[in-house]
């Protein structure tokens, strides 16, 4: 019996991956920039609604929980539904959000607008990194005569580390070296 992933990867071998790469890239861009973009507006949204600093601070502090809270979430929802589902829900969501707070004349509407934003930008991150990784888990690139998977992402690109990962007491013998000073 197949997995899911291994069903997924038979599914998008034949697809063009430009259209889908800009499409992950676009959205992934907006959410992300979205983090830090209220802190320009800041000043003026506390001028408007007559807030603190403490208060309006709140806004940016609930976009971060509430991001930090869905991107394990994403994890559990990717097994769920499908990263189409999972897209356009995020795009919705944040899009939904962007709105709120748009229309949004008081505190409370804004913080209602951010959350709903976070709940699709937190799920947009890691889902750009799974689909990137289901689109190019077959394609393979070669240098420094291994082959080159996702591992080497999680690995700094440093082949030595690819290939000792691998072997029994290497991350024992990695911490003790380093904290000895010693070489890796």
């Known amino acids: 019996m197949?997995?899911?992933?291994?069903?997924?990867?038979?599914t998008h071998e034949n697809l063009n991956v430009i259209p889908i790469v800009l499409i992950l890239l676009s959205g992934g861009f907006v959410t992300i920039l979205n983090q830090?973009?209220?802190?320009?507006?800041?000043?003026?949204i506390m001028h408007d609604l007559n807030l603190t600093s403490v208060s309006v601070q709140w806004l940016q502090t609930v976009f971060?929980?509430?991001?930090?809270i869905?991107?394990?979430i994403t994890a559990f929802l990717e097994g769920?539904?499908?990263?189409?589902?999972?897209?356009l829900f995020a795009m919705g969501s944040f899009t939904l959000g962007t709105l709120i707070c748009l229309l949004g004349?008081?505190?409370?509407?804004?913080?209602?607008?951010r959350i709903v934003q976070a709940m699709g930008a937190g799920i947009m991150m890691p889902l750009m990194m799974t689909v990137m990784f289901i689109i190019f888990q077959l394609k393979t690139w070669i240098g420094d005569g291994d082959l080159?998977?996702?591992?080497?992402?999680?690995?700094?690109?440093r082949p030595d580390l690819v290939r000792l990962a691998?072997?029994?007491?290497?991350?024992?013998?990695?911490?003790?070296?380093?904290?000895?000073?010693?070489?890796?």
């Open 148 to 157: 080159w998977t996702r591992d080497r992402v999680c690995a700094g690109d």
């Open 64 to 68: 971060l929980l509430v991001n930090g």
């Open 105 to 113: 004349d008081n505190f409370l509407l804004l913080i209602i607008g």
């Open 36 to 44: 830090t973009l209220l802190v320009t507006a800041l000043p003026s």
């Open 2 to 10: 197949e997995t899911l992933e291994e069903k997924k990867i038979q």
């Open 166 to 184: 691998d072997q029994p007491l290497f991350m024992a013998d990695f911490v003790l070296r380093r904290a000895a000073g010693g070489a890796a």
């Open 80 to 87: 769920r539904f499908t990263t189409r589902k999972l897209f």
């Open 70 to 72: 869905m991107i394990p």
